[in-house]
């Protein structure tokens, strides 16, 4: 692998619809592809265009994908600008979403812990990530 490697994190989820709405209108990614019963999956990629990764977020019709395994299945974003971070935290507050306690202490030391709507925890990390 190299710099130009792209990576997309794909999982299945129960809320199509309200997870989109949670990392485009709560975190500020953008819809970068989406497709419609696609052999029974429904499924929508976000992200910021330009970047090397993505998510991919699916439904397949009539399966449950469930509830993640633990609290600590995380995706963390490393916000270091201070006003960008909390403008982050300030618009997923005005959507609806309170913060929750990590699971492990570390990431409540520089962030705050938001669950999306399947209960995956996603971390807005007040540091650069290097």
Excluded: C
Aim: hydrophobic share 35%; charged share 25%.
């Amino acid at each position: 692998m190299d710099s130009k490697t792209i990576l997309r994190v794909a999982r299945p989820t129960d809320h199509l619809e309200e997870v989109r709405r949670f990392y485009i209108d709560g975190l500020g990614l953008e819809e970068l592809g989406s497709f419609h019963d696609h052999e029974g999956f429904d499924g929508v990629m976000l992200g910021l265009a330009g970047a090397s990764y993505h998510l991919e977020f699916t439904r397949r019709h009539e399966h449950a994908a469930g509830r993640p395994p633990t609290q600590d299945n995380l995706l963390v974003f490393y916000l270091p600008d201070r006003n960008e971070w909390q403008a982050s935290i300030d618009r997923l507050v005005s959507q609806g979403h309170e913060p929750v306690s990590s699971f492990n202490p570390y990431w409540d030391l520089q962030g705050v812990t938001f669950e999306d709507p399947d209960g995956y925890r996603v971390v807005l990390q007040n540091m650069s990530w290097q």
